[in-house]
């Protein structure tokens, strides 16, 4: 059965890195749904933040076949409750909606979102939350003529304890690891 | 006239940490990683370097091959038989796409190869410049790792992180294009060998109790059996491999590329997996309780229907490459280490054992497979002359110690089921991509890489002419490499599935074929055709004996098949000994 992932990446700054882990999906048919590239905590580290749709078997299959690849350094895989996970929207809506009346101002203060600009043409809307949150937001806002709506990728945080660092150190001590004999055969 | 000022420049010679132009700092790095054979092709983007190399003859060979893709696949065999990876160099555009079916068979089958492509000056890269291709693109899917240079001061060390990332863990094909002006410019050259990528962990710790919990398994099994793949060969592992098998009393199976890590004639040699390999190995996969796979990939043509995959096993893998492990197959202990290190840990654990019924077993089906499909394809009495007796014939002439080299096809099933290999990495073909046309210039690089061993190559009618014009590099370089064509003026394999799935239409796969011996006349190669039993043997003693090459055109039944056969779809346990 299909079911949503989050895959957190963490790779060294390759050109074409981004190439490889999409030929990757591509090969297995998997859609990126979302797809999001910063730097990590770990200065020089990028962490690349994916998410698909998939079974679970594949996604460890895919998973795998991404670790393998030279400059990534550690790929994770979680399911949404493993993650705090956030998207970021905004909406560009014209500035008569918001002069009639104090509905968009109401729908602004229901769904926590903020106003971000106003001038006399538009106003812009901003709404940090889930993609359904964000949906509905927009939902709403449509009767009153969205100009312009834009939305990232989803950016997320992992629950585990264990840090990146960690795992660093880990796989720097495997690399460092030499076979006691290596033995020649002629 | 500026050009040719700058390159005069770079033929002066400069020592130890001079400044020394990017081509010559290419041509030493190969230097100080024990490169001494180099396959290849010059053009426009590449010159510097092909220019730099008139300086260190004596020290580095160029073989020019015909063909880049005859360079790329020469260097994977040189690598096959030497143990060390293949060098390989093409000029920008059209030279490095050329190489791109070498690459991607290379990476297939695990082999290490660095490709050194030119690129064009790096500012003229993304303008569509004459001969200007995106190779770093293109060659992404099939490469472990590719990279571009576009300044001289990173080549050092450019080249020796490819050297190692191609030589280490699973071996793979890497690719290092560098831009002409990085060629030309100086640099300070200082080289240092890489043996650490912080993001690449090729030498993973022992996973100890996988390996204990292998050893109880193969300490309680019944009816165990050991697929031997191309990981053996590729760590060395064959000895190891040897020992357990005798320790344990295991029968072992091997898949295509795994052919020659375990001798063919002893006595826990079981034959052949997969979809044309031995009928008893494929049938008793569905009857083993306990399957130790080492240093294979559980590939479809070794499996066959999945679905009905060793079902009565439990499966260990030792695979060093981790996304192997339960890609195809679901395994129980998964050992993601290397093949010597993880047999050498685990022979100490297992109890000396024997298994003489379940081996019995294999042997009752060899005695079928023998009468019904290898005496009449070996021994034939009448009839045309079978391409099975020609490969017994030179396996028998040959005592097993030649380096056989095949093409893609019928050829290549009859060589790899009836030579009997005693020697490691006796067996060079094209496994995971079936690459028509690898035989010729593979038997090129064999033959460079181990000039004191026969090496005879096994081609069709078909792939030969694929890559016929390497005969130039056979003569120009008096390569005493054996060619026998297996000629049925057909496709063969093409024409069996003609035959057997899709109603004898044969569509395409008949060929109207030149005069092969002419044609090995004309590249001043001695060539002589057979076509009658009686003159086989004394024809093939005759090559065998011959100094420099010679080329074979043996004309062989026409519509003959390869069998057993696990068909497409079907289980291995459904495997047909005939049609």
């Known amino acids: 059965m299909k079911q949503e992932f989050t895959i957190s990446l963490f790779t060294e700054d390759h050109i074409g890195i981004l190439g490889q882990i999409t030929i990757i999906l591509t090969r297995r048919q998997i859609n990126i749904d979302s797809f999001t590239a910063s730097e990590s905590a770990v200065k020089g580290v990028y962490l690349l933040t994916i998410v698909v749709k998939t079974t679970s078997e594949m996604i460890q299959k895919v998973a795998r076949q991404m670790e393998k690849l030279v400059d990534v350094l550690k790929v994770f895989v979680h399911t949404s409750d493993q993650i705090i996970y956030q998207e970021i929207a905004l909406f560009k809506v014209t500035t008569n909606a918001l002069m009639s009346g104090n509905i968009i101002d109401n729908i602004v203060r229901a769904h926590h979102a903020r106003i971000l600009e106003v001038s006399p043409e538009y106003i812009v809307i901003e709404k940090t939350g889930h993609k359904a949150e964000i949906s509905e937001l927009l939902t709403q806002l449509e009767p009153y003529g969205v100009l312009q709506f834009a939305k990232s990728g989803r950016v997320a945080i992992t629950k585990q304890v264990k840090e990146l660092n960690s795992y660093l150190k880990e796989m720097d001590e495997a690399n460092r690891y030499k076979p006691e004999t290596i033995e020649v055969i002629n | ?579």
């Open chain 2, 1 to 579: 006239m500026k050009t040719e000022k700058k390159i005069k420049q770079t033929t002066v010679q400069v020592n130890g940490q001079e400044h020394i132009t990017g081509a010559e700092a290419l041509l030493q790095c190969l230097i100080e990683e024990g490169v001494d054979t180099i396959f290849g092709y010059p053009g426009g983007a590449i010159m510097p370097v092909y220019d730099a190399l008139l300086n260190y003859e004596g020290k580095l060979r160029h073989i020019l091959t015909r063909h880049e893709q005859g360079a790329a696949h020469a260097a994977q065999a040189y690598s096959m038989t030497t143990d060390k990876p293949g060098i390989c160099f093409a000029t920008s555009g059209p030279g490095a796409t050329n190489l791109v079916t070498g690459i991607a068979n290379a990476f297939l089958d695990s082999v290490p190869v660095v490709f050194i492509t030119a690129q064009v000056t790096s500012g003229l890269i993304g303008t569509d410049a004459f001969q200007e291709t995106d190779i770093i693109g293109v060659s992404m899917p099939v490469t472990k790792w590719n990279c571009q240079v576009k300044k001289p001061q990173d080549i050092p060390d450019t080249i020796a992180k490819a050297f190692y990332i191609a030589k280490s863990g699973r071996p793979g094909p890497v690719l290092i294009d560098i831009t002409k002006d990085a060629q030309l410019e100086k640099l300070h050259f200082k080289y240092k060998k890489c043996d650490y990528i912080r993001s690449y962990n090729p030498l993973i710790p022992l996973h100890i109790k996988a390996i204990e919990s292998a050893a109880i398994m193969i300490n309680h099994a019944e009816r165990p059996l050991i697929l031997a793949g191309h990981g053996v060969l590729l760590s060395r592992a064959e000895k190891e491999l040897k020992t357990f098998a005798e320790k344990t009393g295991i029968p072992v199976a091997s898949t295509l590329l795994g052919l020659s890590a375990f001798p063919s004639d002893h006595r826990l040699f079981t034959g052949m997996l997969g979809m044309h390999g031995n009928y008893g190995p494929n049938l008793l996969t569905n009857e083993a309780d306990l399957i130790i796979a080492v240093g294979m990939r559980f590939d479809d043509r070794v499996t066959g229907n999945l679905k009905k995959y060793a079902k009565k096993a439990t499966i260990i893998h030792i695979e060093i490459d981790e996304a192997e492990i339960n890609k195809n197959v679901q395994v129980d202990v998964e050992i993601n280490n290397d093949a010597k290190e993880v047999l050498k840990y685990l022979i100490p654990l297992v109890k000396e054992n024997s298994f003489e019924q379940w081996i019995r077993e294999f042997r009752i089906c060899d005695k079928t497979e023998y009468e019904k499909v290898i005496k009449p394809e070996t021994k034939p009495e009448k009839g045309e002359i079978r391409m099975g007796e020609v490969v017994r014939l030179v396996s028998e002439l040959t005592k097993g110690d030649a380096i056989i080299v095949t093409d893609v096809g019928q050829n290549q099933m009859f060589a790899a089921r009836y030579y009997k290999f005693t020697q490691p990495n006796s067996l060079v073909t094209s496994g995971g991509m079936g690459t028509m046309g690898f035989g010729l210039p593979a038997a090129v690089g064999a033959k460079i890489g181990s000039p004191d061993k026969p090496v005879i190559a096994f081609l069709g009618d078909g792939g030969f002419q694929m890559t016929i014009q390497e005969l130039g590099t056979i003569l120009h370089y008096n390569i005493p490499v054996k060619i026998i064509i297996l000629n049925n003026s057909f496709l063969g394999m093409v024409r069996q599935w003609q035959d057997m799935f899709f109603k004898k239409r044969y569509a395409s796969t008949e060929l109207i074929n030149p005069d092969f011996v002419m044609i090995a006349n004309g590249f001043s190669i001695p060539a002589k055709r057979v076509s009658k039993r009686e003159e086989l043997k004394d024809s093939l003693i005759e090559m065998l004996a011959a100094k420099g090459p010679y080329l074979l055109d043996i004309t062989v039944e026409k519509e003959g098949n390869v069998f057993p056969m696990v068909e497409p779809g079907s289980s291995v346990s459904e495997v047909r000994l005939t049609y």
